[in-house]
């Protein structure tokens, strides 16, 4: 079965340095993998996806993500951390081998920047 | 361009009522998908339109279903509604299928069931 981890709750960065949001994965086939952030009292807005070539993919608000074939992972990054960019972030992973193509999400993992 | 729209924006009902939420899309986006938010369960996928037809569907019991119209506008029904359907249920909208496509969510719609 399909499945996502964020195995950190929570994640506290400094201003000014570099941040990292975990996400593993286990799918049956090809992945498509996602990250989300959902700011306080706001919905939910798309970050960025891997769907196939390389493996650094850059998004919105100068996040970037590495995905990692054989580690199975999907890591969030940014190399300098705002106070803005305080906020939940979930992965979500569609297996697209599967049947239904279902997207699953992560827990979530709360990134609070102290200035 | 105005961007996802849901209504209502709250809603209250009872136990064994059912309830109707509609998701008005970006203009010419035709793929919308719906969302279930919980503080236990997290993010859940519920199911997914693409030019009026489910493509995808999350793991729901049959009390939740629904549909898309032409203008790609859609709803979404639960029946028979429980406790545990309390939620913020979300809706995205995109120009292709999920997952080929950047995904815009609206602010959602917030579901209490006394």
């Known amino acids: 079965a399909q499945s996502v981890a964020q195995p950190e709750d929570q994640v506290n960065v400094a201003e000014g340095n570099p941040l990292t949001v975990k996400c593993t994965y286990s799918v049956s086939g090809n992945p498509y993998l996602f990250w989300y952030v959902q700011y306080p009292n706001r919905g939910l807005q798309f970050l960025l996806k891997y769907i196939t070539g390389d493996n650094l993919v850059k998004g919105s608000y100068g996040f970037e993500a590495e995905f990692n074939k054989s580690q199975t992972s999907f890591h969030l990054k940014k190399p300098s951390a705002l106070v803005s960019d305080s906020a939940l972030y979930f992965c979500?992973?569609?297996?697209?081998?599967?049947?239904?193509?279902?997207?699953?999400f992560g827990k979530g993992t709360k990134l609070s920047v102290k200035p | 361009k105005a961007g996802v729209t849901q209504t209502p924006r709250y809603l209250i009902k009872t136990r064994g009522q059912q309830v109707t939420l509609s998701c008005s899309p970006i203009?010419?986006?035709?793929?919308v998908s719906w969302y279930q938010q919980t503080p236990g369960q997290g993010l859940q996928f519920l199911f997914e339109y693409f030019s009026e037809t489910q493509r995808n569907k999350g793991n729901f019991p049959g009390r939740f279903s629904g549909r898309q119209f032409s203008n790609s506008r859609s709803e979404m029904n639960v029946s028979t509604l429980e406790l545990g359907d309390s939620a913020l249920y979300l809706c995205a909208s995109s120009l292709a299928p999920t997952g080929t496509d950047t995904q815009y969510f609206g602010p959602g719609t917030r579901l209490t069931v006394l």
């Open positions: 979500a992973v569609r297996d697209m081998g599967g049947s239904q193509g279902n997207l699953i």
């Open positions: 203009s010419g986006h035709r793929s």
